[in-house]
């Protein structure tokens, strides 16, 4: 059973990440758009971005890895590299949310950040996908 856990964890941690990687890019669009048809179009695609594909994906990634966490907690409680994990997932989380804020600017038009700050932006969930796949497969301490 843990396999199967761990296989749908996977997939899910992928289909988050890349919903992840993609809203950013969005809004770095978005915040270059000028005309009214193009920002609408952001706005839609955003919403359906997040709701349809990030939020599910995130949800099951918390699921399925507490499931696993779970099935082993003697293990997982003990292990250090699993902690700092965890630090990077409630991170991922709020950053997850903080998309959801600047989602929010965006469709409510009063976003005032640059292009260049959702280019930055776009950057902290690969420094987080890093951080934990290399606690998760070289398991440091």
């Known amino acids: 059973m843990y396999v199967w856990l761990e296989a749908f964890h996977i997939i899910s941690v992928i289909c988050w990440f890349a ?6 890019r969005l809004f770095v669009y978005h915040a270059m ?3 009214e048809i193009g920002k609408e179009r ?3 695609m955003e919403r359906k971005l997040y709701r349809g594909i990030a ?15 779970a099935r082993s907690w003697d293990y997982f409680s003990s292990a250090g ?37 959702y280019r930055w932006f776009n950057e902290i969930p690969v420094i987080m996908l890093v951080g934990i796949v290399i606690l998760v497969v070289v398991k440091p301490f």
């Open 81 to 117: 590299w699993f902690h700092a994990k965890i630090t990077l997932v409630v991170l991922l989380i709020i950053y997850h949310h903080l998309c959801l804020y600047f989602m929010k600017q965006f469709r409510a038009d009063t976003n005032t950040r640059s292009h260049v700050f």
């Open 33 to 35: 758009a000028e005309d």
């Open 42 to 44: 952001f706005k839609v």
């Open 19 to 24: 919903a992840l990687f993609y809203l950013p």
């Open 55 to 69: 939020t599910p994906a995130m949800i099951a990634t918390i699921i399925l890895g507490g499931a696993m966490a």
